[in-house]
């Protein structure tokens, strides 16, 4: 499985952005979903994840009420909608696949990883 994520930008605080990001392969709907985000310096960190119906979603507590993770599985597709953003929302955030059941927010549970895209909010 091959990830593209995109979507990523400048956008001022309380501004909004979508990201996107696009797996190759037939099993895409099989997989679990997370999105992940890492700032300079720190280390890679759980923001959403999502499971292949789309039923479940979890979220880490920075980002709840303000964040939204979905799926397209005939797109091969999943989201991340970001909206009232704030300036420690700024890194670059990463999509991955899970090909074991249940959602997870722990990076090294998920099998494939995409490229990154930068988020960078402006105060």
């Known amino acids: 499985v091959q990830l593209q994520a995109s979507g990523g930008g400048l956008v001022q605080a309380g501004g909004s952005l979508r990201l996107s990001c696009v797996a190759s392969?037939?099993?895409?709907?099989?997989?679990?979903m997370g999105w992940f985000r890492q700032a300079p310096g720190k280390e890679r960190l759980f923001v959403a994840a999502?499971?292949?119906?789309?039923?479940?979603?979890i979220y880490t507590d920075s980002v709840k009420g303000r964040f939204t993770i979905s799926r397209d599985n005939a797109k091969n597709t999943v989201y991340l909608q970001m909206n009232s953003l704030k300036p420690e929302d700024t890194a670059v955030y990463y999509c991955?696949?899970?090909?074991?059941?249940?959602?997870?927010?722990?990076?090294?549970?998920?099998?494939?990883w995409g490229q990154g895209t930068q988020v960078t909010v402006s105060s």
């Open positions: 991955a696949a899970r090909r074991s059941a249940g959602v997870s927010r722990v990076a090294y549970q998920y099998d494939y």
């Open positions: 392969g037939r099993t895409f709907s099989s997989y679990v």
């Open positions: 999502i499971t292949w119906s789309g039923g479940s979603t």
